[in-house]
C-alpha cells in the first residue's frame, strides 16, 4: 500500500517534473546563412553578411535571438547612391541594438524603426533627403531605452534608397517567435515537412513591393513608400525543431515551396555544419535557377498571371537565412 | 615508556619549532622596519571594461541614440584597432579651439593653475573594484586627448549614500596632439593608491587636435587584495601637491598662528605699497593664497581682502570643495563678480545650505555664475540664484540634465541675462518661453540638444520678437525647426553672428531658407549646417555673396555642393578659418588638397571612416 502510494508519488513528482522543464527550458536559434550576389565580381569582395545588395545579421541577447534580412533596390543607383550600403548599415545596425538590448522581443518593427532613426544619425550620408525625415515628438521625448517607447512614425518625404527588410525574434522564455516583414523578402516555418507559418507577400502591383523608402529628388507624388508600421507583423508559438528559412524575394521568386520543402527534409540534425550545408544547397540551386531562361520559376508564373508573356528565372541577388529552434546553451 | 618519551620529544620539538617560527617573525618585522623587501604574495589581475557610464560633461550624438555619444565607452571596443569616425565611438561636442575664438565662449578665469588643462569628462563604474595597476584607453581618431584619469574611493553600485568621498588622481598630463589620426591604445603610467576603486574618471582636453577625438572602450586593470608594496613606499610629501590644500582652505578661516609682530628678516617685503602687495598676489592660485593667508597678519590681511576675489574658479578643485569650504570662502567674496563652480559638488559635496548660504553672501555683485555639470542643484537653488542675483548676467547651466524642468522658471526673474547656456537641460516650451519673454537683453543663448522643447518655430519667433540684440544662437540638434521659424528669426534678430543649426533634420533648402538666411545676416560670423543633406551650391553662392566675414563654416554630409561654389565663397570671405566638408561627396581628398593650396588660411576638414 505504502509502497503504491509512494510510487504513485514518484511518477507524478517525474510527470510534472518533466512537464514544467519543458516549459521552463529556454529556446534558441542555431542559424547559418549563404547567399550569391547577382553581380559575380561584387558578391565575393564584400566582407560580412552582404551579398550583392542584400544583407543580413543573425544577433544574440539574453532575452532573445533575431535575425534580419534586407534587400537594398538596386533602382536608386542611378541617383548616385549605394544600395548595399544602406542595407549594410541597416542590418549592421539591427545587429548592434540587440546585442546592446536596446529592443522589446515582442516588437519586432521597433528594430527596424530604431534603426532607420540611427542610420539617419550618421554622419554619412546614407539616406539622400531633399526634404527631410520627420520623427514624432512622441518618440523624441523619450529617455528611458528607445526602443521600448518608440512609436515613431516616420513621415517619409524624401529621396533616399529603398530597402526591403523581415526581422525575425524568438523570444526564449516565451517561445514565440515575433517577425516584422516589410516587402517582398519573407519566412517560412517547416513543421514536420509542412510549411505551418509564412510571411504575406505584399505588393503594390506587380513587382513593386512594399518599400522602406525615401522618394527621389522632385519625384515625391510619383514613387510610393509606405512607413514602416506598413510592416506585415504577426507572432506565434513555435516547437523545438522547428525550421525557420529566412530569405529574400530572391529565393522564393526562384523556388517554389515543394523545392525548399525538398532540400530541407535532407536536414536531419541540428548541428550547425548540417544547417550550414542545407542553406548552401538551397541558396546555390536557388542561384542556378534564377540564370535558367527555360525553367517556370514562382517569379515567372505570377507574371504570366498578371498577363505578361515570361518565362524563367529572375536573377537577383539570394540570401538565405536557416535556423533551426532548440535548446538554449550557453 | 616509549610513548612518554616520544611525548617528550614531540612537546619539546613543537617548542623549538614556534620559537623559530616566532624568531622569523620577529626576523621579517624588523625587515619591514628596517625597509627591506620581502616576497610578495602573486595576487592574480582583473581586467574589465567599463560597465556603465555614469556622468559625463558634453557629446556629440543625440540624447537618445547610440551613434557618437558617450554610451559608447561602455562595453567591449566595437571599432578599435580601425582607426576613423564611426557612429560606435564615443565623442565630445567640440574640439580645436574654435569654439574658444567665438563671441560667445566666456573669457578665461583668472588664477586657473597651470596643470588644469580639463575641459570635459566623463565618469565610468566598473563591475567590480580593485586596486588599479594599469588603465587603458582605446582612442580611435586624433588621439592625445586624455589630460588627467582619476579614481574614486566611492563604489557607485552600492545601496549606501556617499560618505567620505576620495578623488585620487591617477595620471596627469598635457595635452598633446599626435602626428596621424590613427588609433592609439594609451597606458600611462598610474600612481598607485591605497583604495579600491571602480569608478574612474577621464578628463580631455581637445584643443591641439584638428578634429574630434573619438574613445572607444577604456580598460581597468588592477588587483583584488591591497598590494603589499604600498607598505613600502614612504608617501612623498610635495609641496605642490594639490592634496595638501584641502586642509589649507577649510583651515583658513581658522586662528591665524601669528599674534607676535614679527621682525624684519622679509626683505622689507612689508615695506611694499597696498597696491602693489594686492597685484603681486593676484598672480598666486587659490590654495597658495590660502597657505600664505596663514603666514602673517598683513598677509592674512591681503589674502583674505575681497578686492582679490572678484574672480573665483573652484572648478580645478572640484574633487575637494565641500559646503565648509564655500563657508570659509564667504567672507572675502562679497565683491565677487565672477563664480566659476562647475562640475563642483556631485555626490553630495555641496548641499542647498552651503549654496545658498555662499550665494547670499556674494551674490548681490555677481555677474557671471557658471554652474555646469552641477547636479546638486535643484530648484530651491535655482530659486536662490534669482533671488541673490539681481544683476547675473551670465548662466551656465550647461549639462545640468538632473534639474528638473521647473526649476528653469526662475531664470525668468535674471531680466539682466545676456549670456544663458542651457545646452543638454531639460528645460521645457513655457520656461523658454517666459525666459524669453522677460530676458530681453539676451546676446548669447545656447539651446543645444534641449529635446523637451516642442516647437522650435514658436521659440524662434519668440526671439525674434523679444531678444533683438541676440548675437550668437546655438540650435544644435533642435529637431523641428522649419523653415518658417528660421525667417522669422533671421528677420527679427538682425545682430545674429553665430548661428549653429547642425542636425536639424527638418530644415530645407529648397524652401530658400539658407539664402533668405544668408541674405539677412550679412554679420554672420560662424554657421553650421552640419548634416543638413540639403545643402546645395546656391546656398553657398549666397554666402559667399552676401556674408562676407564668415569666419567658421561647418557643411558635412551633403552630396549636393560642388567644388566649383566653395571655391567662389574662399575667395569671397577673406576671414575664413574653418571649413568642414566631411562626408561631402563631390569633395574628395583631391579637391581638399587643391583648395587648401589656394586657401592656406583655411582650415579645411575633411573626415574619414576608414
Known sequence: MLSVLSYGRLVARAVIGGLSQTDSRDYSLVTASCGFGKDFRKGILKKGMCYGDDACFIARHRSADVLGVADGVGGWRDYGVDPSQFSGTLMKTCERLVKEGRFVPSNPVGVLTTSYYELLQNKVPLLVPEHNVWLSAAALHSSTTPIQSYTVNLIIRSSSVAAQACIVVLDRQSHRLHTANLGDSGFLVVRGGEVVHRSDEQQHYFNTPFQLSIAPPGAEGAVLSDSPDAADSSSFDVQLGDIILTATDGLFDNMPDYMILQELKKLKNTNYESIQQTAQSIAKQAHVLAYDPNYMSPFAQFACDNGLNVRGGKPDDITVLLSIVAEYTD | ?610
Not at chain 2, 550647461?398 to 534639474?403: A, M, P, T
Not at chain 2, 523641428?480 to 530645407?508: H, I, K, Y
Request: a neutral charge.
Open chain 2, 1 to 610: 615508556m616509549l610513548t612518554l618519551l616520544s611525548m617528550f620529544y614531540y612537546i619539546c620539538l613543537r617548542r623549538r619549532s614556534r620559537s623559530g617560527t616566532r624568531g622569523e617573525a620577529l626576523t621579517s618585522r624588523r625587515a619591514v622596519e628596517s625597509g627591506q623587501r620581502a616576497v610578495l604574495p602573486v595576487s592574480v589581475e582583473v581586467e574589465q571594461y567599463a560597465k556603465e557610464v555614469l556622468d559625463f560633461s558634453s557629446h556629440y550624438g543625440s540624447e537618445n541614440s547610440m551613434s557618437y555619444t558617450m554610451w559608447n565607452l561602455a562595453g567591449v571596443p566595437n571599432v578599435y584597432p580601425s582607426s576613423g569616425d564611426f557612429t560606435q565611438t564615443a565623442v565630445f561636442r567640440a574640439y580645436g579651439t574654435w569654439w574658444e575664438q567665438c563671441a560667445s565662449a566666456p573669457p578665461p578665469f583668472r588664477r586657473t593653475p597651470k596643470g588644469f588643462h580639463s575641459q570635459d569628462y566623463i565618469e565610468l563604474g566598473f563591475e567590480e573594484p580593485v586596486y588599479p595597476t594599469a588603465v587603458e584607453v582605446l582612442e580611435t581618431y586624433y588621439p592625445g586627448a586624455i589630460v588627467q584619469i582619476l579614481a574614486c574611493s566611492y563604489n557607485p553600485f552600492s545601496q549606501n549614500p556617499p560618505t567620505d568621498v576620495r578623488w585620487e588622481v591617477l595620471w596627469s598630463g598635457e595635452p598633446t596632439k599626435m602626428l596621424t589620426p590613427q588609433a592609439r591604445q594609451f597606458s600611462p603610467t598610474i600612481k598607485h593608491i591605497n583604495f579600491p576603486t571602480n569608478l574612474l574618471r577621464l578628463e580631455v582636453n581637445s584643443s591641439l587636435l584638428d578634429y574630434y577625438t573619438e574613445l572607444d572602450a577604456v580598460i581597468l586593470r588592477g588587483v583584488k587584495e591591497r598590494p603589499m608594496l604600498a607598505l613600502y613606499k614612504m608617501p612623498v610629501i610635495d609641496i605642490s601637491d594639490l592634496s595638501d590644500s584641502e586642509e589649507e582652505l577649510s583651515d583658513v578661516g581658522g586662528p591665524f598662528r601669528d599674534s607676535k609682530h614679527q621682525r624684519t628678516g622679509n626683505g622689507y617685503f612689508d615695506k611694499l605699497p597696498y597696491e602693489l602687495i594686492q597685484l603681486i598676489l593676484s598672480h598666486l592660485t587659490l590654495p597658495d593664497l590660502s597657505r600664505l593667508a596663514q603666514s602673517c597678519k598683513l598677509l592674512h590681511q591681503h589674502c583674505c581682502d575681497p578686492l582679490q576675489y572678484t574672480q573665483l574658479s573652484l572648478q580645478p578643485y572640484w574633487g575637494r570643495l565641500s559646503d565648509a569650504s564655500l563657508g570659509h570662502l564667504q567672507s572675502r567674496c562679497t565683491l565677487l563678480q565672477r563664480l566659476n563652480l562647475s562640475w563642483t559638488g556631485n555626490r553630495g559635496a555641496l548641499t542647498l545650505t552651503g549654496f545658498s548660504s555662499f550665494m547670499k553672501a556674494c551674490g548681490l555683485s555677481l555677474v557671471c555664475l557658471e554652474l555646469s555639470c552641477c547636479h546638486f542643484l535643484n530648484e530651491a537653488c535655482m530659486e536662490v540664484v534669482s533671488q541673490t542675483c539681481p544683476g547675473l548676467q551670465e548662466l551656465n547651466l550647461s549639462s545640468c540634465d538632473r534639474l528638473n524642468s521647473q526649476a528653469f522658471t526662475h531664470i525668468s526673474k535674471l531680466t539682466r541675462l545676456r549670456r544663458l547656456v542651457l545646452y543638454r537641460t531639460k528645460i521645457e516650451q513655457t520656461a523658454i518661453l517666459s525666459i524669453l519673454t522677460f530676458c530681453i537683453e539676451l546676446r548669447h543663448l545656447n539651446l543645444g540638444s534641449c529635446v523637451r522643447i516642442e516647437d522650435y518655430d514658436v521659440v524662434a519667433s519668440m526671439l525674434a520678437a523679444r531678444c533683438r540684440s541676440l548675437c550668437s544662437l546655438d540650435l544644435w540638434r533642435c529637431r523641428n525647426l522649419t523653415d518658417r521659424g528660421l525667417a522669422e528669426l533671421v528677420s527679427g534678430c538682425r545682430m545674429l553672428e553665430e548661428l549653429d543649426l547642425g542636425w536639424c533634420p527638418t530644415l530645407q533648402s529648397s524652401t530658400g531658407c539658407f539664402q533668405h538666411l544668408a541674405r539677412s545676416l550679412p554679420r554672420l560670423r560662424k554657421l553650421f549646417l552640419t548634416a543638413n543633406r540639403t545643402v546645395c551650391d546656391s546656398d553657398i553662392e549666397e554666402l559667399a555673396a552676401s556674408c562676407l566675414s564668415l569666419q567658421h563654416l561647418d557643411i558635412l554630409g551633403t552630396r549636393l555642393v560642388s567644388a566649383a561654389s566653395l571655391k567662389k565663397l574662399l575667395q569671397s570671405c577673406p576671414q575664413l578659418l574653418l571649413l568642414d566638408v566631411s562626408f561631402c561627396s563631390q569633395i574628395d581628398m583631391r579637391v581638399v588638397q587643391e583648395l587648401s593650396g589656394s586657401f592656406p588660411n583655411v582650415a579645411i576638414k575633411k573626415s574619414f571612416t576608414q
